[in-house]
């Protein structure tokens, strides 16, 4: 059983489809926040890896956006490898409604358009979104797990993944990985084709009782 996360402890919360929809349209109140949390969902990248974007991560210079989102080595998790990951059309309306003006270095700068957003102010961004319409046990880290859970669900293959995550090894992975108990019947139901071929001939039906008296 996995543990929701509550005061910063245990696994973050998987999303539904109903709490993205609460979240993103009227839980955030600005283009700029939704534009965060939907690099979270859509690239499925850590919240500091979002929020130390340069703007040319995002956009090219002449203010057109980029068919994939840079996310820079120097700014990664363990400083792998740089990952660009293909900006799908859901994502791509989300961050044509957002352009720091003026322009910025970071995409999502911070006080004074100085630096870049904390991690722990977007944190805070999203708790009192999440407050507002009523949903609990949300972090920052739940859009990059609800994406990573999907995406598994789907079947894509654990490798696929890794190269979107970033992350070192298939073992580290899966442990963001969800596994619902009707997933686990499901598994389960599959051995059913084991069964012995002709097992119609066992028969199931209980044996009546003697009348014979004992002796």
Known sequence: MVRMKVDRHGQAKILTTEEIDLVFNEGLTNDRDRAIFALCLYTACRIKECVTLRTTDVYYRQGILRPEIVFRKGNTKGKLATRCIPVIEDLRLMLLNYYPS??????????GKTGHLHSDSAGRILRRACNKVGVQGVSTHSFRRTALTLMSNEGIPLRIIQEIS???????????LEVKPDQVRGAVSALSMLSPVGKSRFNDTPKKQSNLPLK
């Open 102 to 111: 003026p322009r910025t270095w970071f995409y999502f700068s911070g006080l």
């Open 166 to 176: 970033g992350h070192r090894s298939l073992e580290e992975l899966q442990k963001y």
